[in-house]
């Protein structure tokens, strides 16, 4: 499809979403997560969507910190965790406006460190990786897409994961992302570029290109080019322990074996936003208020227009972003099909079509999304114009009954959002 005709068909679709009957009833989603807070499954928890260019619901239920006994409020800080990469995406892509760049341009062109990529074999009799080398180099697409080859440690085979956990030894929160990237390149692949998905470093390679194409640190980058000019003034990498707004930054929990959520010692959970690190990365880290997130989310759904009218990207990238990047040969998706029946594009989850079967996640076909760490989540329904955000401090990470509590509550009345063998709540 030429990009006129997408515009035209985003913008009638769009006239659609307006001028349908609303999706979203407030007391539903109250219901959904109240219940969820009475049951002791969460301490807090405070929601936010927007529906038709309005905002549709909010809610807030339990305690941001139950130990000082302060309810939950919508500006509470809460550390985001992966729904960083979104962010990181969007400076990343920026760039990509300005020409910096092409997306299969080799990731080498620009950081020399990457260029000639080595795939792990399997370990020696002493101890070391055997690898051969990458069948091509990796792209900048494969960066977005998570195709890289880049391991993570999440699904890794045992002896490689043994070998990263050595070869990383010494990165630490003094160094600079410069560091951390350079030893990844250095890092046998799991996979040759383009072969598999493996989730969550190559993000911070996304990073380390954004500060050697914009000549800034990264952290200033999304400062001067994402947080000001949209107006999220709360969203930072460092909460000091003397800021005015302090009081405001929420505790996080973990349910013990018991089921019961335990309060974390606050010098663990917080032991990085309390200092002004020097590394600070495209993975993880950022602290946000679910006003600032939905900020970011709405400017997503609106074409790439933030809500106080700066334009951040054109449509046509936010489109190529949310658009799935996913080979239909590329079949080896690590654990992404647990999300249901979605793609990848860049950084952010695509789902391609509605539920399969009834263990899926309630939602519409084009929507894009992503989750943190500590169960916050959003996600951008096109479809309907819709734009939610979720907020919550709690491990592990990956409630998909909260995930499902909130999704089938907004979108109850819309049939094709569930599977045929799956009753509406």
């Known amino acids: 499809m030429s990009l006129r005709r997408w515009l035209l068909a985003a913008a009638l679709a769009g006239l659609t979403a307006a001028h349908a009957a609303p999706l979203v009833v407030p007391a539903r989603i109250d219901a959904a997560l109240s219940a969820m807070v009475k049951r002791g499954e969460l301490v807090g928890v405070t929601a936010v969507v927007y529906e038709g260019g309005s905002e549709a619901y909010f809610g807030a239920f339990g305690q941001a910190d139950r130990e000082a006994d302060r309810a939950m409020a919508r500006d509470a800080l809460m550390q985001i965790h992966s729904m960083t990469k979104p962010l990181t995406g969007v400076a990343l892509m920026q ?18 460190e990457f260029a000639n990529p080595r795939v792990w074999v399997g370990e020696g009799a002493d101890g070391q990786p055997v690898t051969e080398p990458a069948a091509r180099a990796i792209t900048i697409r494969d960066l977005g897409r998570h195709t890289s080859g880049i391991a993570s440690g999440l699904g890794m085979p045992p ?12 990165i630490a929160w003094t160094s600079d992302l410069s560091e951390l990237v350079a030893r990844t390149a250095l890092a046998p692949l799991v996979a040759h570029p383009g072969r598999r998905w493996t989730y969550d470093l190559a993000t911070n390679v996304q990073a380390r290109l954004v500060e050697k194409l914009s000549g800034q640190r990264f952290e200033d980058y999304l400062r001067d080019h994402l947080f000001q000019p949209m107006g999220m003034a709360s969203t930072r990498f460092h909460v000091a322990p003397d800021a005015a707004d302090r009081a405001r930054f929420a505790p996080s929990y973990a349910r013990d074996a018991n089921g019961r959520l335990q309060r974390i010692p606050d010098a663990q959970s917080r032991a990085y936003n309390d200092t002004d690190w020097q590394l600070k990365t495209g993975t993880t880290g950022l602290v946000s208020t679910l006003d600032d997130y939905m900020t970011f989310a709405r400017m997503l759904l ?38 249901g029946n979605v793609g990848f594009g860049i950084n952010v989850g695509v789902r391609v079509g509605p539920p399969r079967n009834s263990g899926e996640f309630s939602g519409a076909p084009g929507e894009f999304f992503w989750d943190g760490a500590a169960n916050t989540l959003f996600w951008v329904d096109p479809k309907h114009g819709i734009a939610a955000v979720l907020f919550t401090q709690f491990y592990p990470p990956g409630d998909g009954k909260l995930n499902r509590a909130f999704r089938d509550a907004v979108y109850a009345d819309d049939a094709e959002a569930f599977a045929g063998n799956k009753p509406k709540p």
């Open 95 to 112: 760039l990509y406006e300005l020409g910096r760049f092409q997306l299969d341009d080799p990731v080498a062109k620009y950081l020399p």
């Open 159 to 170: 002896a490689l994961e043994r070998h990263n956990n050595a070869h990383y030894r010494g």
């Open 302 to 339: 609106d074409g790439g227009v933030a809500p106080n009218g700066t334009r951040v990207l054109k449509a046509e990238t936010v489109k190529l972003m949310a658009t799935d990047a996913l080979p239909a040969e590329l079949t080896d998706r690590s654990w992404l099909p647990s999300k």
